[in-house]
């Protein structure tokens, strides 16, 4: 079970991107958090592998906390959770299979894997990783001739390499096209279904919410406006969250999805 | 108001202006130009020129081949030599005589046009020149010698006639001034390459170290940031021409080694920036994913930004090292050592056609690198 309690972020230029931020995720829940752009999506994902310093609050993962963690723990904790990204971060110029085998660098041996060395297990385990995303014909392809789905796929594989208790996504299907966000989302959703991983996704488009999540929480400006079920978002909701302009947002999405 | 501030800007504009044309006419008084002169004194340079266009890059290799014949003085002192059945000979009319009184000497088979060097071969081995000659268009040559009082022979042992003919022939061979530029050549483009060697070793760590994405983090992290920075700037603003005279000073003038410490400094100094400036333009999104699965630091370097910049460091290398030779060139000059040591002692020993070899040499080897840079950091993106 994650816990963040009274989480809040300041940047150094004065935003506050969170604000007193609290909720629970119980463990094999997959909670898409939705928000206008600018809301907070982003830093709250971050603060939870600690990408990004919270300035105070805290987070709880079952008795750990991340929060407090020192350097050495918190590479311990980071190596059990997987992250997927936007624009899914990985280094083009390298081969995929080295991008999916940089998932297991904290598990590795340092000295070997600084000398790209890696063991046959992980080789194993990374063409395994390849395979279940469907892409195990890529692995000596650049990443870089990818198509972006295919490079979202190389993602996830990294993030499976890691053997995750929890993903964290931040907007992993938002540079690609409909049909695509849905594969991608369906390798998340059998994740979360058959190895019972826990995911945070964040997502911008609500008929992808309400076939997804089991669990919705929704930022404005850094504050928690609502912690419910996907079918509780009304119209009322929807535009408390996204503000009185929403309605085309919501009618576009929806048409495009 | 708009009047006052009207006759300002004219007032200002007029101060500019002089300001520029003041510029203009003292830098004219000071590099005094001439153009007259360079009318007038061109005759002179029509004397230099051709020397220095006309370097001499090969030599035939002459091939000498020589033939002598015994010639008693006086008379009976001792044999008389016999000419040759074939081939080229001597004839001596008369084959012998004394002292003061002269002979003819003919040489018949001869090969056309050649040069001949024709002397005395006194008994005790010396040899005393007598004239240079040439055959004619059939390989034939005559002349009359006086035979010499010091060509006596000796304890029964007579002074010979030798000829030495020499024709160019044979392969086109390196001259000396060529192996000597080419030498010298070498020496530059391996100063350049040590120079480019090592300033890239150190350029390295402490491009990392002055990267704003890579060690801008933490009050350490920043005072190491600044320091590196600071470092690389104060170092970048040294001249190589004032280095390389300072180390020539130290280490000895002409010694390359001078040059080489001033290369790798000015090396140290551009890359360290180049590189820096290449890993702050990297994309941090694999630097933040690759630090998601809870690598290490150094894991997160090597995975997530070597990668990018290799390209561009390898690339950047090449550049430098083309710069590199250019700038030995001239640091050369003031005894750095290598193909500018070379042209710099040619043109005050008044060595002209030396300066051409080497002119030419340094044209070509900057055009050859120049394309080669270019070819080779083409196919690197
Ligand atoms: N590094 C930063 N420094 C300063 N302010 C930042 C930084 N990153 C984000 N912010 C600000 O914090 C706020 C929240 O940003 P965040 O990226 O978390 O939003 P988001 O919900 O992910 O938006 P988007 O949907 O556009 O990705 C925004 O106002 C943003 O401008
Ligand atoms: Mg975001």
């Known amino acids: 079970m994650l816990r963040i309690e009274n989480l809040t972020k300041v940047y150094p230029t004065g935003t506050v991107a969170l604000k007193d931020v609290s909720f629970q995720v119980e463990d094999g829940e997959f909670l898409v958090v939705i928000g206008l752009s600018g809301s907070g999506k982003s830093t709250l994902l971050r603060c939870i592998n600690r990408l990004i310093e919270p300035t105070s609050g805290r987070i709880l993962w079952d008795d750990i906390d991340i929060t407090a963690a020192n350097a050495q723990q918190l590479r311990l904790i980071r190596r059990q959770i997987g992250m997927v990204f936007q624009q899914f971060n990985l280094v083009k110029r390298s081969k995929v299979i080295t991008n999916v085998l940089s998932g297991r660098l904290g598990y590795a041996n340092p000295w070997a894997s600084l000398l790209g060395i890696w063991s046959h297990e992980d080789r194993q385990r990374a063409m395994q990783a390849l395979e279940r995303v469907g892409i195990a014909d890529k692995a000596n392809n650049r990443a870089d001739a990818l198509s972006g789905g295919q490079q979202q796929r190389v993602g996830i594989a990294r993030a499976l390499m890691q053997e995750p208790r929890l993903i964290l996504a931040d907007e992993p299907v938002a540079s690609l096209d409909p049909v695509l966000a849905h594969s991608i989302l369906q390798y998340l959703e059998a994740l979360n279904r058959t190895d019972g991983v826990t995911v945070i996704c964040s997502l911008h488009f609500l008929d992808l919410v309400h076939r997804y999540a089991t669990r919705v929480v929704a930022l404005k400006d850094g504050v928690k406006v609502f912690e419910g079920l996907p079918k509780e978002i009304d119209r009322a909701r929807f535009k408390e969250i996204y503000g009185e302009e929403a309605e085309e947002v919501r009618a576009t999405a929806v048409e495009v999805g | ?381």
């Not at chain 2, 074939?86 to 040069?115: D, I, K, M, V």
């Not at chain 2, 050549?185 to 170290?209: D, E, Q, R």
């Not at chain 2, 890993?279 to 070597?306: C, F, H, K, M, W």
């Not at chain 2, 550049?319 to 001239?330: A, E, F, G, L």
């Open chain 2, 1 to 381: 108001m708009t009047n006052l501030s009207r006759v300002l800007r004219i007032l200002l504009w007029l101060v500019v202006s002089a300001a520029i044309i003041a510029a203009f006419i003292l830098s004219v008084r000071v590099t005094q130009p001439d153009f007259i002169k360079l009318v007038v004194a061109a005759p002179k340079a029509r004397q230099i020129l051709p020397q220095l266009f006309s370097p001499e890059l090969f030599v035939r290799q002459a091939i000498t081949s020589t033939m002598s014949l015994a010639f008693p003085i006086p008379c009976g002192s001792a044999e008389v030599g016999q000419p040759a059945e074939s081939g080229p000979r001597l004839l001596a009319q008369p084959p012998c005589a004394s002292a003061g009184e002269t002979f003819r000497l003919r040489g018949e088979n001869f090969p056309p046009n050649a040069g001949i060097k024709l002397s005395w071969r006194l008994p005790d081995q010396r040899a005393l020149s007598i004239k240079r000659i040439a055959t004619d268009g059939n390989g034939v040559f005559e002349l009359e010698i006086q035979a010499r009082p010091i060509a006596a022979t000796k304890d029964g042992k007579p002074s010979s006639l030798e000829v030495e003919t020499s024709l160019p022939e044979g392969a086109l061979r390196p001259s000396p001034t060529l192996t000597e530029v080419v030498n010298a050549m070498f020496v530059t483009v391996f100063m350049a390459l040590l120079a480019t060697t090592f300033g890239t070793i150190i350029a390295i760590p402490l491009s990392f170290l002055a990267a704003r994405n890579i060690t801008y983090r933490g009050v350490l992290g920043k005072t190491v940031y600044f320091i590196t920075r600071s470092f690389l700037n104060i170092i970048r603003s040294y001249e190589p021409l004032v280095m390389a005279t300072i180390f020539a000073l130290i280490v000895g003038f002409g010694n390359p080694f001078a040059g080489v410490l001033a290369l790798v400094i000015v090396t140290t100094a551009s890359l360290g920036k180049m590189f820096s400036e290449s890993v702050e333009s990297i994309d941090p999104g694999p630097i933040e994913a690759i630090t998601a699965t809870g690598a290490n630091r150094a894991q997160v370097i090597l995975y997530g930004v070597v990668p990018q910049i290799i390209p561009d460091f390898l690339s950047f290398t090449i550049y430098h090292w083309d710069i590199n030779v250019r700038i030995s060139t001239i640091i050369g000059f003031v005894g750095g050592g290598g193909i500018g040591y070379f042209l710099s002692q040619a043109i005050n020993a008044f060595q002209y056609s030396k300066a051409g070899a080497a002119l030419l040499a340094i044209i070509l080897v900057v055009w050859a690198l120049d394309f080669l840079s270019a070819e080779a950091r083409k196919r690197l993106t």
